[in-house]
């Protein structure tokens, strides 16, 4: 059994949690068994929009029913008739979910939603009548209670424990009529993700900036023109089309030299559900923060943030903040260097104004070109996705893991953009299976991640099959997809989540994989980033698309230079937007609805994050992660503990002599085989040989002084 609470799957509407009419459910569904394709891979070239429904509800009276014999046993619990029965049970429900989570995420459509819409309160329900299912949960605390005496390997008593502290997470010690709160309290808080999904959808496709007026977008290069006129065109408009990335800050603002263009772009970005209309989120995003509140409280918490770090690396929303508060200031000290460098260059131009938000980027440019002479466009031509991804972020693996990659066009794919592999061990076996779906799509969600179709486990003897999803701009027909170097990473970097997942060696899914820790699971993500300047790698796929000329070392050299640059900025935005994700989950229960703009505001001065240059990553309006669904909710902080993790890892192989077979097999084998086996905090400290500091952190980050920046 997996967690059923992806990202983007938990979804709902409160009015209607009633049964869906009975649906045909039978051998004709693709999902009805296990896939007869290699490796058990979705079978998309059957599956229609129509057979989710009947599976997702047919796999979940199937573990109802499993779950009820587990509990109705009338033998003593053991491991076995209890816990690894747990294990084998919902293997249906998972197969439809893999695939639907997928197409949701990346491929939707009308129909597609209104099933999430339908199902997702049902779903929210259906896990609750597992972790709250009173008599399920007294066999597990007996377990639970006698694992010492019990004769269970390490990863077993693990099992254990996972299960009794989600139980107990779940609210399983609670009274019935607490129980009946909390669903009630689930329901609406589901509900509302998913409207907010929806509205932010909605709001990022209307949000786009459409001109008519070529002259608006002048400084883009031809092909982003190209881009935008493409853009409109598949939107059936006139003129040119810039849609909005899910970010505060928008790509083409770097390039964009008309002011009045940049700001426009910025405010829809900024505004985008705040316009009072069918898509602001303000209120809904008041209520559901009231709500986890008081579903902390009636859980035993002071606050939502206690009750979610519970089980992360961090323990407390205290170390948390801590950690942000004591780096709040270098990242600041760095930013204003930053602001003056970009106010000088607008002050020697005669602007006239003072520096905002949508100049940050563009002047930003101007400091790294005069001081680099680094252009974005000078790169690019080096950087051909394809080739990124066979001679850059494949090559990498089989240097550090000795893996081979083989593209198969036999396993079926759900749009024409996505590529699969077959990933090969050292010893040349079967490893894995590796999607890609690179390019941005309206009806895509922002962003980028990595998910599984197929999670590993020794149990149920499946190997894994992984994804990797991107929004990278798509060229014009017939052009080439040249990639900017932030695009390069977020490359490795999602391919560092699918090593996590191909690599997995549990017994159990439930322990397999990625599903570890909110704020472990991006250190093999951001880990696998310092690959993509690491010379040996860069030297292999940093080549002009049309020449196969190696990028020449003189622009290389600046190149890494420049990563260290605007790196306040970014820590900034970053911070701003952890302090907002986390203030807005500390709200005591008996709170009344915050104003949203308000809250914000106080929330990033009391945090000394309220700088009118640097405005968070995310707006509390359209921030995705912590409202979306629960997954990143008091959580957002773990993009920056990771950070400390993954340079402070990073510098482990520096000193052991960098990217050897050697270093990589020994990173496998005591992290990335090791999913949730055990303490998150032990495995690191094990592998490190000591525990994690923001040395590393702040040396790579640029932010060792508050000097001026060089
Ligand atoms: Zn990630």
Known sequence: MTILTSADTIAANFSNPAAPPPAAFGPSNPFYASSTLPFKVPPFDKIKDEDFQPAIEAGMAEQRAEIEA?????????????????????????????????????????????????????????????????????????????????????????LVERYHDRFVHAGANLSEADKTELKKLNEEASSLSTAFINKLRAATKEGAYVTADKAAL?????????????????????GFVIPLQNTTQQPDLVSLSDRVTRQAIFEHSWNRTERGDANDTRDLIARLAQLRAQKAKLLGFPTFA??????????????????????????????????????????AQHGGFQLQPWDWNYYAEQVRKARYDLDDAEVKPYFELDNVLENGVFYAATQLYGLTFKERHDLPVYHPDVRVFEVFDSNGKHLAIFYCDYFKRDNKNGGAWMSSFV????????????????????????????????????????????????????????????????????FPSQLNEHWALYPAIFAHYAKHYKTGAPMPEELAERLRKAEGFNKGYAMTELLAAAELDMQWHMLPADTSLQTSDEFEKLALEKTHLQISYVPPRYRSTYFSHIWGSDGYSAGYYAYLWTQMLADDGYQWFLDQGGLTRTNGDRFRQMILSRGNTQDLAKIYESWRGAPPNTKAMLKYRGLEDSGPSK
């Open 70 to 158: 587990i509990a109705d046993n009338p033998e003593a619990p053991t491991f076995d008739n209890t816990i690894v029965a747990m294990e084998r049970s919902g293997q249906l429900l998972d197969r439809v979910m893999a695939a639907f989570n997928c197409v949701t995420g990346a491929n939707t459509n009308p129909t597609l939603q209104n099933v999430q819409t339908a199902e997702a309160p049902r779903l929210a329900a259906h896990e609750d009548f597992i972790y709250l299912n009173t008599k399920l949960f007294a066999r597990v605390t007996a377990i639970y209670e006698h694992r010492g005496s019990l004769t269970l390997d390490p990863e077993s008593i693990r």
């Open 455 to 522: 999670e590993q486990s020794r149990l149920l003897g499946n190997l894994p099959v992984v994804y990797n999803v991107a929004n990278l701009p798509k060229p014009a027909e017939g052009a080439p997809a040249l990639v900017s170097f932030t695009d390069v990473t977020t490359m490795f970097h999602e391919f560092g989540h699918a090593l996590h997942g191909m690599f997995s060696d549990a017994q159990y899914p439930m322990l397999a994989g990625t599903s570890t820790a909110r704020d472990f699971v991006e």
């Open 306 to 347: 206690a009750w979610k770090i519970e089980d992360q690396m961090a323990k407390t929303p205290q170390a948390a903040l801590q950690f942000m508060d004591a780096i709040v200031p270098s990242a600041t000290a760095k930013a204003e260097h930053e602001a003056h460098d970009n106010q000088a260059i607008i002050d």
């Open 218 to 238: 002048a400084g883009l290069s031809g092909d982003r023109v190209a881009a935008a006129e493409h853009a409109a065109q598949s939107r059936n408009q006139e």
